[in-house]
């Protein structure tokens, strides 16, 4: 299905597939959380969708409505491919490099999960036969956030050839835009304005400003050049193109090395000059530090991240691929966002508009927090920066404290369809969620003072707005969207109340920790007192008829979608159905009940577990990439092991096997985490809930061994799952307590805990929508 | 308040007030269903808004979406203002008769309820001190349906002047539109393209076709002048004006009399030569009938309508006019539509952008049905002239039968909202009970079978598939909107439920009356049972705890809303707070439960139904023109008379004291038909529930008396109401069976039954929403 070869720390591709190339410069995208840029071939074509960003970098559009309504918002955000300074062009004896013409004797390319670069290694030979070996390999650092760099190698493999490379900087690439509207087509064609460029030596500098956000953007470059030959280069820079050109002649198996450092800086606030001397000041540090030197960096860095996150699995090669290749982009969009959002597609393209969503805290930042803690705190810090604003929002919506947005890229709504946008409040519980997670698992309490305590406090005034106590009993939470997509402005929907609930009561807590912070923002013991009640008496709806929750108020009286009727082709049902019938009917598109099952596993009893999961198995469709990663988690801890492991396949795989037809917009992190997700949670049976740290690990038939490695307040350790045992071994730090399988221990430093692993619960009978069921996944070794 | 005379057949407006115009353009609109003309100065300046329609003539464009989705009507409509035929300017010794330029020494207009027309007379007096006197009277025939007809007169007063006088036909008049969005503004900007003209004598004809839609439309004009003196005539035309000019010297106290006919048509299929032949038969004929002939016509056309439908109040003379005016203009809609559509605001306005909705089945045709039926017949056989479109909406939705659209001009659905358009199918309900009232109120059988069958078989049928029958017991009706457009996207609305039980069973005895008719469309044995099984298990939900029924499921248990801390000017909440918070709230637009118990009373016990009209009065906000009708029927039933007043005096004065500021866009149908439902269904207690007609009639205090006439299979009878007793006469027709306060009687001819009234019931105690009880009326009377 893929064409990717098989390797435990490398993705790569083999042969030019120029069809294939829009979904290629998505899982060869390089980012460091900062900067992304899409894996386009050096030469710039043939290509599929160009794409360089910043993270927080983004054009503003006016949003349209058929029919408008009060408070529906006004202005949409779309990230903006920036200036491209990826492009070095080459031209062979006249002849410009490119794969479409000529002939390709050998092309590979690898996206190498420990040096953090791409590489590229092609043996091309020209319409008139000349050939050339193109070697080159390309870095975002994570070490320095700014700075980019690219080694282009290049070789005449016969006779002496002229060579003229073309390293360019490059604004305004024309694009094709996915949007049905023209204004906002407009709006993103040709969207930066260029304002100042120079050019001096190797180095240039461009400097633009888009239309109507009003940002600023510097892109700078500057070459070393190594050719044992006479060499002639020169530079120049003008609107949106900045050229160093390099002309030798190179005689046979001598090589023509360019180097190309590039920085990048934004603002909506400095100058011009600022910027230019911010990049110019990147390029330098870049310079100094060499080609060579930023890859041992990388290289460093990158080994340390493995020995904190590492993940192996043993007996399916393929996943255990898609495993570190999922680890290794979270990693690049999370590491250097520092207060930036982590978008749902990460840097790695324009889909979703470059928004960030609840995925964000829901399934990305638990993998960052157990492997990434400072990239998970910076995230958060984010959502803090935008508190006001989320201020303003709920008050536009009538509401008390902070209602976060549904998708955003400076923390503003831009959903232009509120009940699957705004009504989705669950955000701003999610985001509490991740706050009492992160804190839990680090211990860092500084943080909760600073910017916890102030996220808890005004999600939980949200949720104390939104709801009420109903003269019937019970604290209501009425005319909200779960995170089901195909159920929307319902009533008590169980995932939103116990989000909620858990906001309450953390909200709670921490102001009685931290009463200096709480007090000053207006918290007082009725206040408190406020919330422990209502959280007490949050309604969730049972139908005892069926012995099963209800997703929401109702929706187990709803009439069943016919699925017997509905052909494959009808998926993703959105697309073929209306919102109004998927809504009034028990069909799921993505996790919601299941998600409440794990996300507050300690809210159902393992009776519910059984029956909720079977009835809800029945009625999910998956038309959502976030879905199979919890319904794998919740199936494992049912016991069905082997259905289980489908789903974890169908999240590993959903971007290398482009699953939703979709890839070549960008990565899923959702997705990507919800790899991790059933493995740890999975398989492994991590929980943290009620602040305890518990494991109940499983190995699924056909895998030999898993492991995976966590840090959980300072300590980093892993745990090895073998058929019938589970081991514990601290790597690094002090020793914890945790459980295994309910039982209490505690891990002390080189004293490894082995214990062994019951069997597993009886499970429930299960079946999913016809056509729905997962790939089944036979592990190669079993 | 408002600045009408008041006067029991006419409506007239003295002085100018150039400020009023938009309003009084609306109110002095003349229409016959087929043209409609608003009531702009015959020089057509100053002016609010100009305005000539043809029913069911759009422009079409495109409906834009923030984010689309599956089944979302990609094309709008809206109403053209066409080529306008009313202007005649006027040049008195070069001076061009402008109001705002010189001095009306008296001015005044008047809307002639008996005659039909619409008189103006001008005594003005130029900058330079010439006097004329000017008179205008204007028709839109009722009888000659593509005719319109102006006589124009000048005096001078003092000297002999010369006078020009010139008649237009004038397209795309440049005006403003009340649209956010450009693509709409766009494509009613000059939206006719003129295709063809001719002129020849005093006769003009210009034709265009609409950019978008691509319907054609030709107006012509022909004249009469009478003058003594010396006259010299000319007549032009191109493109988008034709002009018959007339000079002529005329003495003082001699008149230049102009007499201007205008005949219309339009047409998607024919031709521009077949439409001008159309137009100048229409001319001839109205030539041959000359003016005099035309209002000879007129007035006894609505002699005829006033001895059928006339309606008298005895002690409040403002309400008599403004029930005279109701009870005109909806004749005007209604009168010669001829399988078009009635729209929201009739012929008059703009507004809705032309569009008919639920409001014209019931509010606007129960009046037409027991006062004019042809029109309420004709306006059924339109909607079933969309019938197909219909069909093929509920298919796109996934369902059977036909789904009515909410909003449309064509029959195909415009609305560009779901939630509040597309999901409140009731409107396929609505159109089944008037097709069920209309044929019980004249007994066409004809109609029944010929037009009646089908749209009660396709509505029934998409009542089928819209609900099911739930496992826990009831069949449910799930995810619709009822009437209150404050909730959206409910289940089980109790409107909703009773009108599709209604609905499956006039499908099932419609299909056992017409046996033929139903085997055409398919109907069998089994699919009768389904619908009975489905209306005799209907779920109506019930409250236990408050003992009221809740308006959907769930109604009742939502949080109030904070009528105390809402400011009067935060009204209409739609403009100043978020549907989503509207929706999750018990705060009600409009009558939705009270709507249910006016037009389904037989589902409610008295006491229901006072308990139900208190607990719903005090969270109903009337932020709809749709209400206080409805609101003015049950107060009256359930004793509250003076409230009920109040209510009456609401509905009949929406547009004469433009209560809801947006008069100048048209006027409100449905409202001037509550002026009537208040007083035949309110103080007459007229109900026609289960094939019986019934009167309940009770004076409200301060009143002296009240008639009304109504239409009943052909007999014409009054019901007079006085204190203590009321009277039942026959006028014209056969006996026929009705009861009084429950008790059943015949009224034969020649014998009119006098009854006494029963004491009322022991009211409710109500109370309204914080700043939103109805203006308490004092008849002058009292």
Redesign the interface.
């Known amino acids: 299905m893929s064409g990717y070869q098989v390797d435990p720390w490398l993705l790569r591709w083999n042969e030019l597939s120029v069809a294939e190339l829009r979904r290629t410069e998505s899982t060869f995208a390089l980012s460091n959380g900062h900067i992304g840029m899409r894996g386009t071939l050096d030469e710039g074509e043939p290509r599929g969708l160009p794409g360089t960003y910043l993270n927080g970098f983004y054009e503003e559009h006016a949003?349209?409505?058929?029919?408008?309504?009060?408070?529906y918002p006004e202005a949409?955000q779309t990230v903006v491919n920036v200036t491209d300074g990826k492009v070095i062009r080459l031209l062979v004896e006249d002849e410009p490099l490119d794969m479409r013409y000529g002939r390709a004797l050998s092309h590979s390319r690898e996206l190498d999960f420990r040096s953090g670069t791409l590489r590229r290694r092609t043996e091309w030979e020209s319409p008139t036969g000349r050939r050339v070996l193109v070697a080159s390999e390309r870095l975002v650092s994570f070490t320095q956030r700014a700075v980019a760099a690219i080694r282009y190698e290049v070789t005449p493999l016969d006779d002496k050839l002229q060579l003229v490379a073309q390293s360019d900087l490059l604004a305004n690439e024309p694009m094709e835009h996915e949007t049905?509207?023209p204004r906002v087509a407009a709006a993103l064609n040709a969207p930066l304005v260029a304002e100042y460029w120079a050019a001096d030596g190797a180095r240039a500098v461009l400097a633009h400003q888009t239309r109507n956000s009003g940002l600023r953007v510097a892109a700078g470059m500057d070459h070393e050049v190594e050719v044992n030959d006479g060499l002639r280069s020169s530079v120049e820079a003008k609107g949106d193109l900045a050229r160093f050109t390099v002309a030798a002649d190179v005689p046979a198996g001598e090589t023509l090395r360019l180097t190309k450092y590039l920085g990048y800086g934004w603002s909506a606030q400095r100058s011009f000059p600022a910027l230019r001397a911010q990049v110019e000041a990147a390029l330098a540090g870049a310079r100094q530090t060499g080609f060579t030197g930023l890859l041992d960096e990388q290289r460093r860095f990158l080994d340390d991240f493995w020995a904190a996150a590492d993940v192996e699995v043993d007996g399916d090669p393929e996943l255990q691929q898609a495993v570190r290749f999922a680890l290794f982009h979270l990693l690049q969009a999370g590491a250097r966002g520092e207060t930036r959002a982590i978008a749902g597609k990460g840097l790695t393209g324009p889909g979703y508009d470059g928004h960030a969503f609840w995925d964000t805290e829901v399934f990305v930042l638990p993998v960052l927090t157990y492997t990434v803690p400072d990239a998970a705190r910076d995230a958060l810090r984010w959502r803090h920066s935008t508190v006001d604003k989320a201020r303003e929002r709920a008050a536009?919506?009538?509401?008390k404290g902070a209602a976060f947005p549904w998708r955003s890229i400076n923390g503003a709504e831009c959903?232009?369809?509120?009940?699957?946008?705004?009504?989705a409040f669950h955000v701003s519980g999610d985001i509490a969620s991740a706050v009492t997670q992160y804190v839990f698992a680090t211990g860092d309490e500084d943080f909760l003072a600073e910017h916890g305590t102030e996220l808890l406090v005004e999600t939980a005034r949200l949720w104390s707005s939104l709801g009420?106590h109903?003269?019937?009993g019970g604290f209501?939470i009425?005319?909200?969207t779960g995170p089901d997509e195909y159920s929307?402005?319902v009533?008590n929907n169980v995932y939103t109340n116990l989000i909620a609930q858990r906001n309450l009561r953390a909200a709670a807590d921490a102001s009685e920790r931290h009463p200096r912070e709480a007090g000053a923002l207006g918290v007082t013991d009725t206040e408190i007192a406020a919330w422990r009640e209502a959280a007490a008496r949050m309604r969730i709806p049972f139908d005892p008829?069926l012995g099963v929750h209800e997703q929401n108020?109702?929706f187990t009286?709803?009439?069943e979608w016919d699925f017997e009727r509905t052909d494959p082709d009808a998926y993703p049902l959105?697309?073929?159905?209306?919102?109004?019938?998927l809504?009034?009917?028990q069909v799921v598109k993505q996790a919601d009940l299941v998600l409440a099952m794990h996300v507050r596993g300690d809210a159902f009893t393992p009776e519910q577990k059984a029956a909720n999961f079977a009835y809800y198995e029945a009625r999910t469709v998956r038309d959502s990439s976030l879905s199979a990663g919890t319904q794998g988690v919740l199936a494992a801890e049912v016991g069905l092991l082997e259905l289980a492991y489908d789903y974890l396949a169908e999240a590993a795989f959903t971007d290398l096997h482009d699953l939703h037809d979709n890839v070549h917009n960008g990565l899923h992190m959702a997705s990507l985490a919800g790899a991790w997700t059933g493995i740890v949670s999975g398989f492994g049976g991590m929980r943290d809930h009620g602040g305890r740290l518990a494991f109940a690990p499983r190995l699924p038939p056909g895998l030999t061994g898993l492991s995976f490695r966590l840090t959980f307040r300072g300590t980093r350790f892993v745990v090895r799952v073998a058929p019938g045992e589970a081991t514990y071994e601290i790597v690094a730090g002090g020793a914890f307590d945790t459980s295994h399988h309910g039982e209490e221990f505690t891990v002390e430093p080189g004293s490894p805990v082995t214990l062994s692993i019951p069997d597993p619960p009886t499970p429930p009978e299960v079946a999913q929508p016809k056509h729905r069921a997962p790939r089944h996944r036979v592990p190669p070794g079993d």
Chains 1, 2 share one sequence.
């Open positions: 949003l349209p409505y058929g029919e408008g309504g009060y408070g949409g049905g509207d536009v919506l009538g509401q959903s232009a369809y509120w009940p699957a946008g705004t009504a009420h109903d003269q019937h209501r009425d005319g909200v929307a402005v009533d008829l108020e109702g009286r709803h009439a959105l697309l073929n159905r209306p919102y109004f019938d809504y009034r009917k």
